[in-house]
């Protein structure tokens, strides 16, 4: 089984600031990585697929990079609405695997 | 546009068994391959089970498999999920999610979940 570690576990920013956070798999996945955004009580959101393709309505701030073991997602300039956990997950091989998940907080 | 509404979820006694249900809408149905997945309370996402498009393939965790079953009626646009010897550990919320293509592990949309508690 593929193992996603997402570091950092949380993330306390201000609002305007950028956010970087990480995804490294135990083997390589390709580019086979998606990102997705959950909020309390509601569903997770795709963000990002393979690697770095925005999904449909996703703001621009959001960009995905990486291939092989390391995947990057980066929140340019925070919004609001941004403060969530973020989730990667892969497909390169059954069974499909998320990592833990990163909180990003309001500081 | 894209709507998956899952039901079924509730209380229920270690060992029973439960069927979910997951009813789509705002697309092709039988043109994507579909998937199960839960959180428990607290907790992160786990993928439990996949189906292609026209059913032909199927994949689960090793920790469900034998217990629960993945299915899908593509005439009544319903993805479905059998839960049989349920154990406290299966107590989450369980999601439907879209595969865009015909099952290649690609997950984009999600429906609102519904919850499973196994009362012991």
């Known amino acids: 089984e593929i193992v996603l570690t997402q570091s950092p576990a949380t993330l306390s920013l201000s609002p305007g600031e950028g956010a970087t956070l990480s995804c490294r798999a135990s083997?390589?996945?390709?580019?086979?990585l998606a990102w997705f955004q959950q909020k309390p009580g509601q569903a997770p959101r795709l963000l990002i697929f393979d690697a770095s393709n925005r999904a449909t309505g996703i703001p621009a701030r959001f960009s995905g990079s990486g291939s092989g073991t390391d995947f990057t997602l980066t929140i340019s300039s925070l919004e609001p609405e941004d403060f969530a956990v973020y989730y990667c997950?892969?497909?390169?091989?059954?069974?499909?695997?998320f990592g833990g998940g990163t909180q990003v907080d309001i500081k | 546009q894209v709507h998956l509404v899952e039901s079924g979820g509730g209380v229920v006694q270690s060992g029973r068994s439960l069927r979910l249900s997951c009813a789509a809408s705002g697309f092709t149905f039988s043109n994507y391959g579909m998937h199960w997945v839960r959180q428990a309370p607290g907790k992160g996402l786990e993928w439990l089970a996949s189906?292609?498009?026209?059913?032909?393939?199927?994949y689960y965790r090793d920790s469900v498999k034998g217990r629960f079953t993945i299915s899908r009626d593509n005439s009544r646009n319903t993805l479905y999920l059998h839960l049989s010897s349920l154990r406290a550990d299966d107590t989450a919320v369980y999601y439907c999610?879209?595969?865009?293509?015909?099952?290649?592990?690609?997950?984009?949309?999600w429906g609102q979940g519904t919850l499973v508690t196994v009362s012991s």
């Open positions: 189906l292609w498009h026209d059913g032909s393939n199927k």
């Open positions: 083997q390589s996945v390709n580019r086979y």
């Open positions: 997950q892969q497909r390169s091989d059954w069974p499909l695997t």
């Open positions: 999610a879209r595969g865009p293509g015909g099952g290649d592990g690609r997950i984009d949309y």
